[in-house]
């Protein structure tokens, strides 16, 4: 039975205790820290951000959505960094963002040291029009590898492309919840029988997708209550 462990933690400080070459995949999607360009749009929560007035649910806001722009990507590399040495060579980093962070992302990606491999666009069907311009309805996974990629261990073909909604009703947990037929997918980067990380588990939607792929998982998560239902998820799947 596939086994995991999630860390009631900072990502950093948890990251650095993992042994060297212990994981086979990096899968994760961090506190986007989108729209911080300014001190005004820097103290907004996470709610505030990324929750439209008319939601229904009344999820718990989440840490880590304050840093400016250079901070970000000096934390970014700082993560990232850890990731790789954690990942074993060959394996992948899948990093979710969105269109106004995606060239801090993959500044920081590459600083880090990992190959980037490319850009798959994840389109919400469901997304807010924008008057006069263009609806923004895709976020976005970065893919890169630390080295070259390992196609003999994992021979898939996957798409470049998904198109998923948001979870809904009882099936929303977290504000920014990747959808479970998306993260199904993504985990089959990972080696099978391997281990995927994710420092930012948020709901857990990464490790559950994982355990029910066959893959191990390690996660990491500052907000307690997300932990808790990131733990009561992990241990249903
Ligand atoms: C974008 S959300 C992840 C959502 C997740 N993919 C899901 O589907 O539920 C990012 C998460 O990172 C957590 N976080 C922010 N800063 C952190 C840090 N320094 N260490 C660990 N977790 C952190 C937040 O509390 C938040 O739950």
């Known amino acids: 039975m596939p086994t995991w462990t999630l860390h009631t933690a900072d990502a950093l400080t948890a990251l650095t205790q993992l042994p060297t070459g212990s994981v086979n995949a990096t899968i994760t999607d961090p506190p986007y820290n989108s729209g911080g360009r300014t001190a005004n749009d820097r103290t907004g929560s996470a709610r505030d951000k990324y929750v439209s007035g008319d939601a229904k649910h009344q999820l718990p806001d989440f840490a880590g959505e ?23 060579t060959g394996g992948p980093l899948l990093l979710f963002t969105d269109w106004r962070q995606l060239p801090v992302n993959s500044d920081a990606l590459q600083a880090a040291g990992w190959v980037w491999r490319g850009i798959v666009p994840w389109n919400k069907p469901i997304a807010r029009p924008s008057k006069g311009g263009f609806r923004r309805s895709c976020e976005y996974i970065l893919w890169a590898t630390n080295g070259p ?7 898939i073909y996957l798409p470049g492309l998904f198109t998923a909604s948001q979870p809904r009703g009882n099936k929303r ?49 500052l907000t307690d209550r997300y932990a808790e239902v990131a733990r009561t998820r992990l241990d249903a799947a």
């Open 173 to 221: 947990h977290h504000i920014t919840q990747k959808p479970d037929e998306l993260m199904a997918e993504l985990v089959r980067i990972c080696v099978p029988g391997g281990t995927v990380l994710d420092p930012f588990a948020g709901s857990g939607a990464t490790g559950v997708a994982a355990l029910r792929a066959g893959r191990q998982f390690i996660g990491m998560e």
């Open 149 to 155: 990629v390992d196609a003999a261990a994992n021979p």
């Open 66 to 88: 304050s840093r400016d722009q250079r901070g970000y990507l000096a934390w970014m590399t700082l993560v990232l960094t850890q990731c790789l040495r954690a990942t074993a």
